[in-house]
């Protein structure tokens, strides 16, 4: 809502009528009681002094019941309207007030002016004090006040002077000076006010687009985790069943291949099972990462040496044979210390890492598998494992997205090697289950290294036994 000088009146407006209230309580009994003595000493008439403080007192509390109705409808009433009948209201109330001190005046019996003179004073005190929302609404009520002010001199009481002229008119110039700064003064701070307003009003309207559109957001997410959720659990569903029939298929191709008589068959059994493999490797791929985004892998927790482990791990020499390939194991003095594992998921990652490395590094390559001791503890075994190759390695760029799933380096690693890029991402995730970090480095065509750390719990019932025969 944009700052107008209808909002800043309407401000304005609003406090004087607040200030002309606080006013008019604190004046009202003693400017009764000021104009019923007026009254009397004028006058000697009980009903005249009270007439003189009645009068006044009907005009106040029209403009006070006027006030109130402006004030209960201050957002939505007209400040023009309300602007001009103050022309009229404010200048009655002070000339109802000097009506009286004016009568009494020209009272014969009446000698005290100085006295009529502070009661206008004080009008054109409180007048200055609270003056209304525009200069051109204050002045007939400051001219009134003015008036009052020099009525006695007007009254012939004393001979006016050119000094006297000359003070009544520096006087009003005064007030009206003083007027106008307070006037302009107002008119600042409320716009002031205003602005403050407005800006508050807009931070929280801000705040609460932001609470939608995070609302909005937590919908669209958990709507998100429910479809990936969904998804993972139909893969899985379907995974799982086909799976059993390509077992079937993998086994008949097998016995297709070595029984058979024909050559013809057998090579043609033995595409049938290379397919098949590489068919049921891929399902158990999108099973296991089915699975893993499912929330429903849970790891085991058996008892492991991690050198025996490592030793283990040698089989894939004969596959590394058949694409000349050298493949070595290292054990970098690793304790043989029993520490709890899943042993079957470990392996996963080994071989699929190793499994990797042999696919991307041409023939007369090499690749070396490495564990050594990362850190320990009273109970904990941190291991690195780092697995080595001499292939086509990859650039920072490639390495920092390889474990997102259904990411290979570029589109021709998927034209010339295949895959669907589950592995990676299936590793990161079951690393990160067990605890651990993953990560991996290379350069384009010098090789690469993909590692990864993960912190054992140690076998207490192992550790205590070997304590013992100490």
């Not at 020499?317 to 210390?337: H, S």
């Amino acid at each position: 809502m944009a700052i107008t000088s209808e909002r800043v009146n309407r401000r304005s407006l609003e406090n004087w009528i607040t200030t002309q209230d606080w006013l008019f309580k604190l004046r009202t009994p003693f400017f009764q009681l000021g104009l019923g003595y007026v009254g009397w000493t004028a006058w000697q008439s009980v009903w005249l002094a009270l007439a003189s403080a009645a009068l006044p007192t009907l005009v106040d509390l029209l403009c006070w019941q006027w006030r109130r109705r402006v004030k209960a409808n201050i957002k939505t009433v007209d400040v023009n309207r309300c602007a001009f009948e103050l022309v009229f209201y404010v200048p009655a109330v002070y000339a109802a007030y000097l009506l009286p001190l004016a009568a009494a005046s020209f009272a014969p019996g009446f000698d005290h002016p100085i006295l009529i003179q502070c009661m206008a004073a004080t009008h054109l005190a409180i007048l200055t004090a609270s003056p209304a929302p525009k200069l051109t609404y204050a002045f007939p009520s400051i001219a009134v006040a003015l008036l009052g002010f020099t009525f006695p001199a007007l009254t012939g009481s004393h001979a006016i002077t050119d000094v006297d002229i000359l003070l009544i008119a520096a006087l009003a110039v005064g007030v009206l000076l003083i007027v106008y700064v307070h006037i302009q003064a107002d008119q600042a701070r409320f716009r002031g006010e205003l602005e403050n307003e407005e800006l508050i009003e807009r931070q929280k309207i801000l705040l609460e687009e932001r609470d939608k559109a995070r609302e909005q957001a937590e919908m669209e997410r958990e709507r998100a985790e429910e479809a990936n959720r969904v998804k993972s659990a139909f893969f899985a569903m379907m995974s799982h069943e086909i799976r059993t029939p390509m077992n079937a298929v993998v086994g008949f191709s097998d016995v297709l291949a070595i029984t058979s008589r024909d050559e013809k068959a057998k090579e043609y059994g033995g595409y049938i099972h290379d397919a098949s493999q590489s068919l049921l490797t891929l399902l158990n791929d999108i099973l296991d990462f089915s699975k893993i985004e499912a929330e429903k892998i849970e790891l085991e927790q058996d008892p492991l040496v991690l050198p025996d482990l490592i030793q283990s791990m040698a089989f894939w020499r004969g596959k590394a044979i058949e694409k000349n390939i050298t493949f070595e194991t290292f054990e970098d003095a690793l304790p043989q210390d029993v520490v709890l594992a899943d042993e079957g998921r470990l392996r996963q990652i080994l071989s699929n890492l190793i499994s990797n490395a042999m696919k991307f590094t041409p023939e007369g390559g090499r690749v070396e598998l490495r564990a050594a001791l990362a850190g320990e503890s009273s109970e904990t075994l941190s291991v690195r494992f780092e697995v080595r190759d001499s292939g086509i390695g990859f650039t920072d760029e490639v390495a920092a997205r390889l474990f997102q799933p259904f990411v290979q380096a570029d589109n021709s690693v998927a034209k010339h090697f295949g895959g669907t890029g589950l592995g990676l991402a299936i590793c990161a995730k079951l690393v990160r289950l067990m605890g651990g970090r993953i990560g991996a480095k290379g350069k384009p065509g010098e090789g690469a290294t993909f590692w990864f750390e993960i912190p054992f719990p140690r076998h207490q019932e192992r550790s205590k036994l070997a304590v013992n025969v100490a």
